[in-house]
């Protein structure tokens, strides 16, 4: 019997990031260079499981404290950044450090680190629990507080209320940003903080590539951890959108189910997910659909992000 037809749409603006591609090159530069030593990630480099998995298989290990890296070892920091307490520690234990964290999260490090130096109390907006979050918060100089959404931004009673300003977690949506900048503006008129547009490029385009995506599909299969901030983001934008909208970590998670009914399908990927997870998710769809795939919407165009400093592993073995 032949296979019924579905059409795939694909966003042409999906997966790796120039952030995200960085800090993956960083590990595997660091492990050839480490003659066999063991060579430690500060946080999954990125959230995503195959990319950790394919790593730790090179043989990087993986931690969430330093205490777990012996004195002298080597240990790269994610993209997510880190608090400053962190770089402080790993001086202390004279480790050789390799630090991916990329240069869009570096920037709102010294944003926030200029706000609060100045006197200003700083509202960082994302998500409190994401290890970005931590990173920011863990870089000011004075009076902190984090908002997650409107509703919070509107109970917001904060010291300085004539002295704020603001920064934004690079992965967060857009909309929710926009939301939540304007009942600050509104509420505390002499706030002062970075334009919209200086949220991640790459966290904009994936964003209006699934909006694109929405407009054309009743669902949308999204492939990304659920661990990962963007990703997620992208599931939700195609929700709010009145699409049904699936996460994936990887293709064996999809069901025919989902696909049932429908004559197109939109598809897309977090700017952690390998190209391989949506290769692979294409194939499965072809075991029960006669596919034509079509790529939509404009191909990104991704900034130079400065490379790497790897002067760290020159740093002499302790003492
Ligand atoms: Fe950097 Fe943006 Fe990628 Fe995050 S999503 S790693 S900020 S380029």
Same mark, same amino acid.
């Given at each position: ?89 790993? +001086?202390?234990?004279?480790?050789? #450090? !390799?630090? @991916? ?5 570096? &920037?709102?490090?010294? *944003?926030? /680190? ?24 863990? +870089?000011?100089?004075?009076?902190? #507080? !984090?908002? @997650? ?5 509107? &109970?917001?009673?904060? *010291?300085? /209320? ?24 509104? +509420? ?20 209006? /590539? ?24 992208? +599931? ?20 025919r189910g989902f696909l049932e009914g429908e004559q197109a399908i939109g598809l897309t990927a977090g700017a952690s997910v390998p190209e391989s997870i949506v290769q692979e998710t294409i194939a499965r769809i072809g075991l029960w659909y006669h596919v034509t795939l079509r790529e939509i919407g404009e191909q990104e165009r991704s900034p130079r992000l400065h490379p790497v400093d790897f002067a760290g592993l020159d740093d002499p073995a302790p003492a």
């Amino acid at each position: 019997m032949s296979k019924p037809a579905l059409d795939v749409l694909l966003a042409r603006t999906r997966g790796f990031c120039a952030g995200v591609e960085r800090a993956i090159d960083a590990v595997g530069h660091t492990l050839d260079r480490s003659g066999g030593s063991p060579v430690y990630v500060r946080h999954a480099i990125v959230h995503n499981q195959r990319v950790v998995d394919g790593l730790a298989a090179r043989g990087a290990r993986f931690v969430e404290d330093l205490r777990d890296v012996p004195k002298g070892g080597t240990v790269v920091f994610s993209a997510h950044g880190v608090p400053r307490q962190v770089e402080e520690e790993a +001086r202390a234990r004279r480790l050789r #450090v !390799v630090d @991916a964290t990329c240069p869009l999260v570096r &920037r709102v490090h010294h *944003e926030a /680190a200029r706000q609060t130096a100045q006197g200003r109390t700083l509202i960082v907006i994302g998500h409190p629990e994401h290890v970005e979050v931590m990173g920011i918060v863990g +870089r000011c100089d004075g009076p902190v #507080v !984090v908002v @997650a959404d409107a509703a919070e931004a509107e &109970r917001l009673e904060p *010291e300085q /209320a004539s002295n704020l300003a603001y920064v934004v977690q690079t992965t967060l949506s857009v909309d929710d940003a926009r939301r939540i900048i304007d009942v600050l503006t509104r +509420r505390f008129p002499t706030i002062t903080g970075p334009d919209i547009r200086t949220i991640c490029y790459a966290t904009q385009n994936r964003q209006n /590539a699934v909006a694109l995506l929405s407009r054309r599909v009743r669902r949308v299969i999204v492939c990304g951890d659920r661990a990962s901030s963007n990703s997620n983001r992208l +599931r939700e934008l195609a929700q709010a959108a009145n699409c049904q909208a699936l996460l994936i970590g990887d293709a064996a998670e999809l069901s025919r189910g989902f696909l049932e009914g429908e004559q197109a399908i939109g598809l897309t990927a977090g700017a952690s997910v390998p190209e391989s997870i949506v290769q692979e998710t294409i194939a499965r769809i072809g075991l029960w659909y006669h596919v034509t795939l079509r790529e939509i919407g404009e191909q990104e165009r991704s900034p130079r992000l400065h490379p790497v400093d790897f002067a760290g592993l020159d740093d002499p073995a302790p003492a």
